[in-house]
């Protein structure tokens, strides 16, 4: 099991950015895919990017394209998320998640450790 503690959330006007990090802990991080995930209030959680376990390749839902950026720093044992060109409907609460595989995908389902969420608030 991994134990992942996400932050760099916050208070943010729309068009601004903020970097999200992911800290992990134990030794397999490195063969794990990763990936974020968020939940609105009273919507379901759902996908938005993720990356394999070497970093080569990742993938964002379509909402975040051009604007959200993942990647990964294995010596460190992190996983960030570089939100640039925030809208109000990127409001949420922001999860972390890591696979016990090399590759990812988009379910919920896939990933096994999450970590505790959190909050992003975007302006008008």
Same mark, same amino acid.
């Given at each position: 099991?991994?134990q992942l503690v996400e932050s760099g959330g916050?208070?943010?006007?729309?068009?601004?950015?903020?970097?999200?990090?992911?800290?992990?802990?134990?030794?397999?991080?490195?063969?794990?895919?990763?990936?974020?995930?968020?939940? /609105?209030?009273?919507?379901?959680?759902?996908?938005? /990017?993720?990356?394999?376990?070497? *970093?080569?390749?990742?993938? %964002?839902?379509? +909402?975040?394209?051009?604007?959200?950026?993942? +990647?990964?720093?294995? /010596?460190?044992?992190?996983?960030?998320?570089? $939100?640039?060109?925030?809208?109000?409907?990127?409001?949420?609460?922001? %999860?972390? /998640?890591?696979?016990?595989?090399?590759?990812?995908? $988009?379910?919920?389902?896939?990933?096994?450790?999450? *970590?505790?969420?959190?909050?992003?608030?975007? +302006?008008?």
């Amino acid at each position: 099991q991994v134990q992942l503690v996400e932050s760099g959330g916050g208070l943010v006007q729309a068009g601004g950015s903020l970097r999200l990090s992911c800290a992990a802990s134990g030794r397999t991080f490195s063969s794990y895919a990763m990936a974020w995930f968020r939940q /609105a209030p009273g919507k379901e959680r759902e996908f938005v /990017a993720a990356i394999k376990w070497s *970093g080569g390749s990742t993938g %964002y839902a379509d +909402s975040v394209k051009g604007r959200f950026i993942i +990647s990964r720093d294995n /010596a460190k044992n992190t996983v960030y998320l570089q $939100m640039n060109s925030l809208k109000p409907e990127d409001t949420a609460v922001y %999860y972390c /998640a890591a696979s016990h595989r090399p590759l990812w995908t $988009m379910a919920v389902s896939w990933y096994d450790d999450w *970590g505790q969420g959190t909050q992003v608030t975007v +302006s008008a």
